[in-house]
């Protein structure tokens, strides 16, 4: 079914009430009704656009990653060397940590799903992919420019990614056990004390 185009700003009244929905209740237990209802819309005005609750859970996916993949490449272009961009990449996350909490918190319940159905694990191997890619590159750079280790820049970059889920895990399942910025910086240390040449 080819994709609707929405009046002014409903389709992002949508995703902002189905984002406070799932983090409020998760993915099984919110309905169309509560998003709806949320919305101020009926049940069917959700339907127009989005086929099931999965379409939308999956599309309100891709509309915060689109986001983050832009910020990604924006980034990406405004540090010369290798060793800067992945430092400024990880400092704008640790700037947009408190100001996108629910976006964060909404994408460990988007992986957590993907532990159970296959399409929506499908579109969470995507962003490792697409994420790792970028770091891959990055990493890669700062190899040929003898700034990191002549380590593998893959192994590298999942060894980042699975840093950084581990860390929004914890944060999520702790309750405050420990201070986020504080633990984000000193596993930024670690992580580049453990690649830098001059280490």
Not at 60 to 87: C, Q
Not at 92 to 106: M, S, T
Request: hydrophobic share 40%.
């Amino acid at each position: 079914m080819p994709k609707k185009e929405m009046p002014g700003n409903r389709k992002e009244e949508i995703f902002t009430a189905a984002l406070k929905c799932f983090n409020k209740k998760g993915y099984y237990r919110t309905s169309i009704d509560d998003i709806a209802a949320a919305v101020g819309i009926t049940k069917g005005g959700i339907y127009y656009y989005f086929t099931s609750k999965k379409n939308l859970f999956i599309e309100l996916f891709h509309n915060k990653v689109n986001s983050y993949f832009d910020k990604l490449t924006d980034y990406m272009h405004n540090k010369p060397g290798p060793a800067e961009r992945i430092w400024q990449l990880l400092e704008q996350a640790e700037e947009d940590f408190q100001k996108n909490l629910e976006i964060y918190k909404f994408g460990l319940e988007f992986i957590t799903v993907s532990a159970r159905e296959k399409d929506i694990r499908k579109e969470v191997a995507t962003f490792y992919k697409k994420r790792v890619k970028i770091f891959t590159g990055i990493i890669a750079d700062g190899i040929k420019a003898g700034v990191f280790k002549n380590i593998d820049p893959e192994s590298v970059a999942w060894n980042l990614n699975f840093l950084s889920i581990g860390f929004f895990l914890t944060h999520f399942t702790t309750d405050g056990y420990f201070d986020p910025i504080s633990q984000h910086n000193i596993n930024l240390k670690i992580f580049f004390d453990g690649i830098n040449k001059n280490k």
